[in-house]
């Protein structure tokens, strides 16, 4: 019988990277540009983990789908201008890319699961030389958004991995929905964009303070 590999699938925003202040400009930098006035801070960090789309509809709810789409290409469009200006900070959390390095050194496959498009997700993993460590990138690009499983069962599916051997790893309680729904572990991050509460009435089997907890849980059988 074959045994399936393990696999630590992570989400990107709030969780490897902090690039609160990157998605904030480009919100109110897309909503200037529709002439209506931007979300606060904390209610672009709600809907941070959703594909655009849903972003927007979370943050308009009385707008029609059309105009969800057209706000979503707005704040690509202000997200790839603020990149071309080196308007762009997205710093990885300290001591990310060391364990990255230990877990892929121990046979983990790893993987992102992201409501990032290809190209940002390529861009910020390439920028922090870490890209060539994970096998399966799923991005809002290819996926319904979270907390819809596609991404994690894709992920899987490309690592050779099974529900029992792997885990989600993320800041938002929509991360551990997904993983609820693909039916794998979810821990959450304590330095992202959600609450412990909201992480843990999402279904968190555990939330790391620390880099040193977070690989404690995803290496504990």
Known sequence: MTTANRLALFDCDGTLVDSQHDIVEAMNRCFDAVKL?????????AVIGLSLPQA?????????????????????????????TNGVSEPLYPGVAELIGRLADTG??????????????????TTHG??????TLQTADRHPSKPHPSMALQAMAD?????????????????????HNAGIRALGVNWGYHSVSELRQAGAHAVAV?????ERHITAS
């Not at 308009?60 to 201008?81: I, T, W």
């Not at 620390?210 to 977070?214: F, K, P, T």
């Open 159 to 179: 690592a050779g991995a099974a529900p029992e051997t792997t885990v989600m790893i993320g800041d938002t309680s929509y991360d551990m929905e997904m993983a």
């Open 130 to 135: 870490i890209l060539s460590h994970f096998i």
């Open 56 to 84: 927007m509809a979370r943050l308009l709810p009385d707008a029609e789908g059309h105009f969800h789409d057209h706000l979503a290409e707005q704040y690509k469009l202000a997200f790839q201008h603020m990149r071309r």
């Open 210 to 214: 620390d880099m040193a907890e977070l």
């Open 108 to 125: 983990w496959m790893l993987g992102v699961a992201t409501g990032k498009s290809d190209r940002g997700l390529q861009l910020c993993l």
């Open 37 to 45: 006035t931007p979300p606060t801070r904390l209610q672009t960090l």
